[in-house]
């Protein structure tokens, strides 16, 4: 804790010293039509605004207790420093978090990283999927096409790899994905639904083989709250019979909905895709933070065209405070998915800006 909280105070303090140096950096535009090229979009893309690689699933250990698991990796091109040639100024600041909601205890166990650009302590493959902040790791194996992630965190630790057992699914428009209005309020954007989990966590001093299901999504953006938003609504669904839902909202701070955008790949492969007009985001309950005083609907209806699905969660608080990293306070859950109240599938669901607009 002491080291993290001296390097947030080096960002702040040279964040100030640097102002005078800092210019708007020109990130590029995100723009339709540019094809995506694997492996290389597995990797990093240094020249845009924010990035990550987002992994959540869900597990069971060999004794049988249920867990969520969430891995994310994020870059941010911050624009301080790069006319400056010194290897400390953070042009590129690195963060990580990692999470572990275990429902049968009560417990979520949360962690960060927060780190700058600087060779031998962060690393970001550009070629493929190959991210490091210090002892915490997140790879594409391209021999087996396998995602690992080594994550020693406080408290806790997992050791998982990720196996694809579906094609790799482009959301929006062939990979890009609108967020608003306008071309600049979108990303480059695809998800692997399905992986396979298999690895091992442990938990204080106990270590335990787990398996289970996971989705993972890669975006990066140089711009994507339109005016008036404050965050977004997300959930990433794995359903039972093989198919996969991704499906989200922009809010304002009134809750309304200023975009929305689903995508459905069904049991067979039969892909659709979802206008704002046939989504709907309805509450059934709501739990309010002791912490932050936010409060969440984190038990919800989401329609898309025809179909009606409960999102219910594993447990109300899975609200992650990652101010010494990324700076927000957001609602990061696993999720079981009834419909007609029946199960049929497993997932997370995200909610941000609900403390303050999210910021990037």
């Known amino acids: ?10 960002l702040i303090c040279f964040a100030a010293s640097a102002a005078a140096q800092r210019s708007e950096p020109n990130f590029p535009p995100v723009r339709p039509g540019v094809a995506l090229n694997f492996p290389r979009d597995h990797g990093s893309h240094p020249d845009y605004r924010t990035e990550w690689w987002y992994l959540t699933g869900q597990v069971k250990t060999a004794s049988g207790v249920p867990l969520g698991v969430q891995v994310t990796f994020f870059r941010s091109r911050t624009g301080i420093g790069e006319n400056n040639k010194s290897r400390f100024a953070p042009g590129q600041l690195y963060f990580a978090h990692a999470a572990i909601a275990d429902a049968r205890h009560g417990k979520l166990r949360h962690d960060q990283k927060v780190a700058r650009g600087v060779a031998g302590l962060v690393s970001a493959s550009e070629k493929d999927a190959n991210i490091r902040i210090d002892n915490w790791s997140l790879r594409r194996e391209a021999s087996s096409d396998e995602w690992i992630a080594h994550l020693p965190a406080n408290g806790f630790a997992m050791q998982l790899r990720f196996a694809p057992t579906q094609p790799l699914l482009l959301q929006g428009d062939a990979g ?31 270590t ?12 990066w953006s140089s711009e994507i709250l339109m005016p008036g938003a404050v965050g977004w609504d997300w959930a990433g669904i ?11 909202r922009i809010r ?3 809750g309304n909905a200023l975009w929305s955008a689903a995508t459905w790949r069904d049991a067979k492969g039969a892909l ?89």
């Open 208 to 219: 335990e083989t787990v398996s289970g299901t996971a989705w993972m999504d890669h975006e």
């Open 272 to 360: 659709r895709k979802f206008a704002a007009n046939e989504i709907a985001f309805t509450p059934n309950q709501t739990w309010r933070s002791p912490a932050s005083g936010a409060t969440y609907p984190v038990d919800a209806n989401i329609r898309v065209g025809d179909a009606t699905f409960r999102l219910q969660p594993l447990m109300s608080d899975q609200e992650l405070d990652s101010r010494a990293s990324t700076g927000a306070i957001y609602w990061e859950g696993a999720v079981t998915i009834l419909r007609d109240g029946q199960r049929v599938g497993a997932g997370y669901l995200e909610m941000t800006g609900y403390v303050e607009r999210i910021r990037f």
């Open 1 to 10: 804790m002491m080291r993290r909280a001296l390097l947030l105070c080096w």
């Open 252 to 254: 304002d701070k009134a």
């Open 176 to 206: 890009f994905s609108r967020k608003g209005p306008e071309d600049r309020f979108s990303s480059y954007y695809y998800s692997l639904p399905h992986l396979a989990i298999s690895g091992t966590v442990t938990l204080g001093d106990k």
């Open 238 to 248: 794995n359903l039972d019979d093989g198919g996969a839902l991704m499906v989200f």
